[in-house]
């Protein structure tokens, strides 16, 4: 969840549950709406739990 509680970044994936080396993929939700609105972000077929995200500052 952000700072500011607008968005909801989460890791899922469809098989298995070992953190290191299940195929997990990133998503992003704006808090509020439906929730077929959330956005997958990566699309590899390794394990992204572990992303390196960077956001420039809010204005």
């Known amino acids: 969840m952000g700072d500011d509680g ?14 290191d080396i299940a195929d997990y993929e990133i998503y992003i939700w704006k808090v509020g709406d439906p929730a077929e609105k959330a956005t997958r972000l990566t699309f590899h077929s390794g394990n992204d739990r572990w992303p390196d995200i960077h956001l420039l500052p809010a204005e």
């Open 6 to 19: 607008t968005w909801l970044v989460w890791a899922a994936t469809q098989r298995g549950h070992d953190h």
